[in-house]
């Protein structure tokens, strides 16, 4: 059984900060790392991927990825009170059409 | 417009009854998904299909069934042996392996009378 692992929160952050936020997962393996934001009473939305070690960055969110150590994570520049979000992290390979999702971090960005 | 098409939006089902949640894509994708989230909880696969004509069992399958007729159709019907529907209820769909990433429709958020 993959293992997706997650602060669950909540991480307040003041406005125009930057929020940090972490995934874990056990399958050495995992070879794709995605991130959605799901805001309360709604579907969870893709805002990022990444496939390779390294930074990869789209407007105020930057994706790191380190599969030496198993963990990646997602950095909201300038948070905005927009960004109070559920943020969930999902992991998968390519034998397999499933992905593996964990069970997310409240973000709350404070005026 | 591309996307997922999830209906009814809200949902009530009495004792007994067999109910049918609708999702439909016109994304041209190959595999669908369903899952089930709880308040505060993540989400929990119940079935998925990587073709037409076939579909696996989730994580949490009892109490549910599926149909994948269509390409761009997989609805779900939540039997009367699931004894605690009432829950926020996702369909997905992706082109294809984990390497791809699943897109979501809005949801159909399912309770008992």
């Known amino acids: 059984q993959k293992e997706v692992e997650q602060n669950s929160g909540p991480l307040s952050v003041p406005e125009g900060a930057i929020a940090s936020l972490n995934c874990t997962y056990s399958?050495?393996?995992?070879?794709?790392f995605f991130w959605y934001r799901q805001y309360s009473g709604k579907s969870p939305e893709l805002i990022m991927f990444?496939?390779?070690?390294g930074d990869k960055e789209d407007g105020r969110f930057t994706a790191q990825l380190n599969k030496a150590s198993q963990y990646v994570s997602l950095l909201i520049r300038d948070s905005q009170p927009s960004d109070s979000a559920t943020y969930l992290c999902?992991?998968?390979?390519?034998?397999?059409?499933?992905?593996?999702f964990g069970a997310g971090t409240t973000v709350t960005v404070r005026a | 417009d591309g996307g997922i098409t999830q209906s009814p939006k809200y949902l009530f089902r009495k004792e007994g009854q067999n109910v049918t949640l609708s999702c439909e894509q016109n994304?041209?994708?190959?595999?669908m998904y369903w899952y089930r989230q709880d308040p505060g909880q993540g989400l929990r696969l119940i079935y998925y299909?990587?073709?037409?004509?076939?579909?696996q069992k989730g994580d949490i399958a009892e109490g549910y069934s599926v149909s994948r007729e269509k390409k761009e159709s997989f609805p779900l019907t939540v039997t009367s042996a699931q004894k605690n529907p009432t829950a926020f209820y996702l369909c997905?769909?992706?082109?294809?392996?984990?390497?791809?990433?699943?897109?979501f429709g809005d949801g159909t958020r399912l309770s008992i009378l």
């Open positions: 997905a769909s992706s082109s294809g392996t984990g390497l791809q990433p699943q897109h």
């Open positions: 399958d050495r393996g995992s070879q794709s």
């Open positions: 990444i496939y390779s070690n």
């Open positions: 999902a992991v998968g390979v390519s034998n397999d059409y499933k992905l593996s």
């Open positions: 994304l041209n994708h190959d595999a």
């Open positions: 299909s990587q073709i037409v004509n076939d579909f």
